[in-house]
């Protein structure tokens, strides 16, 4: 081989490597992508269908899967609710499969003080109490969601959020790492956006994310959180059982399904298909693609 076309091959590797970092480089301006994953931490084995889906049948069961969303790219790595961990909840509910939210996260590589945001969509044990496991975050919450459930003293105001939880926001808040944002349609974190309407809660929000899909792709993601609990309430448009206000409910699922670029990407909160319609990596991890 002569010495020009070494060079050329040198030439050619180096295009071929500054292409593929350029690949992986916003455009100026332009939004970061995430990967997305569900990560279930627990499973509960049979709740009623009726307090889920208004107007199931009374005899029927659905199996819960209790999870966090994992977002990793633009240097940060977010979740989506912060499930639970105090024992109180664990013995009163007794689920399958429990492990701390922060200890699930490790199966994908993900130490609690790698964790910089936790968008929390509303104040119920289960999306909230599991907040303090990571130390460094920045917690995202509705100022509407907060004013009307607790106060920077910790106080309970509506009997929806626990006096632990209560507390531990106000203290969060006091560190300085609570952010409050202000109603509907915000970009929190570039490519990141928060939206309510729901009524799961007085101010519930929800999550558009803009996402890897994988071979290249891109897409809009929506993390319904509890504003559609399963499958069932977005396929057959169904309002949650547990809602402030069933039409309004309904107007956030129709507009999930604006926002996502696929109908098959908006998630359901709590519905254990999930992690069989997108099945890999597997052992309660499900990246969204």
Do not use: C
């Not at 928060?194 to 891109?218: D, E, I, P």
């Amino acid at each position: 081989m002569t010495v020009h076309t070494t060079l050329q091959y040198a030439a050619a590797a180096s295009l071929a490597s500054l292409a593929w970092l350029a690949s992986r480089v916003p455009p100026h301006g332009a939004p970061p992508t995430y990967e997305v994953y569900a990560v279930r931490f627990a499973t509960y084995a049979s709740y009623p269908t009726r307090s889920l889906v208004i107007g199931a049948d009374s005899s029927r069961r659905t199996q819960l899967a209790f999870t966090v969303w994992l977002m990793r790219g633009g240097g940060r790595t977010i979740l989506v609710d912060a499930g639970f961990y105090r024992d109180k909840f664990v013995q009163r509910w007794k689920p399958t499969g429990f492990v701390r939210p922060s200890d699930a996260l490790a199966a994908l590589g993900v130490k609690p003080e790698d964790v910089t945001d936790i968008v929390v969509s509303h104040v119920h044990w289960d999306h909230v109490d599991g907040a303090d496991l990571f130390p460094r975050a920045r917690v995202w919450l509705q100022r509407d969601e907060y004013t009307h459930h607790t106060n920077d003293s910790g106080a309970v105001l509506d009997r929806a959020i626990d006096a632990e939880d209560a507390a531990m926001l106000a203290s969060i808040k006091s560190a300085g790492r609570l952010q409050l944002v202000d109603g509907d349609s915000a970009e929190i974190i570039p490519g990141i956006r928060v939206f309510t309407g729901g009524k799961h809660t007085y101010a519930s929000q929800f999550v558009s994310v803009n996402a890897s899909l994988g071979g290249g792709r891109t897409g809009t993601v929506v993390l319904a959180s509890d504003n559609a609990y399963l499958y069932e309430n977005l396929e057959r448009h169904r309002p949650i059982a547990q809602t402030l206000d069933s039409l309004s409910n309904l107007r956030a699922q129709e507009r999930m399904f604006r926002l996502a670029s696929e109908a098959r990407l908006v998630i359901p909160g709590h519905d254990v298909d999930v992690f069989t319609r997108f099945p890999k990596p597997g052992n309660g991890l499900a990246r969204i693609e």
